[in-house]
């Protein structure tokens, strides 16, 4: 009924025999994977050279720009062009892209500060280039300091920002707000989580 002991033996050392070859298949190079696809911690990312003006990456681009990555030491992987390395740890392997925004000069800070001391005059919204908005609240005194209110609140949420759609000026490493937004695609993709 049980395995006597040359028995057990030999089947301990085919185990082991099976688990050393499954795990050299494994670390063949005939499946080395792309250097964009390798997993966090294989990679370290530089940080974006940031625009002092604009308070964006220099290289944004269509709501995109891309920093350089480095795969860690030992680590083998392919080139777009398919070519395979083996890199020390000091070479880029390949460029990560991560999100910016469209600015275009008006600063959250300034907006801010005249919709608090000077929107009861309507010069928040002269600045963000709304000129009959501003118009009215200088005639009517801010609408009668209601409306300033809900504008200083307004502009503070981020909720009202310049006329052409840009974002404003928010210190890169600043606190931003990231808007999240329903719409009638989202209940339709399928949870790929439990």
Partial sequence: MFLTRP???LLFFFIL???????????????VEYC???RLGQYRCEGPKINDETQEPENCTDLVAYVDCK???????RFSNGTEFKFSGEEVGF????????VSGYSYKVAV??????????ADRF????PALGLLKFCTVGFCGIGSLIDFMLISMQ?????????????????RLTRLTITNETFRKTQTGP
Avoid: M
């Fill in 95 to 102: 460029q990560k892209p991560i999100p910016c925004r469209n």
């Fill in 71 to 77: 795969p860690a030491p030992s680590i083998y992987c």
């Fill in 159 to 175: 909720i009202v920002g310049p006329a052409d759609g840009s974002s404003y000026i928010v210190d890169y490493y600043g606190a």
């Fill in 7 to 9: 028995a057990s033996h």
């Fill in 17 to 31: 025999f099976y688990f050393i070859s499954y795990k050299w298949e494994t670390v063949s190079t005939d499946g």
């Fill in 127 to 130: 600045y963000l280039g709304y």
């Fill in 36 to 38: 964009d696809k390798l």
């Fill in 113 to 122: 500060a005249l919709s608090l001391f000077l929107g009861w005059l309507g």
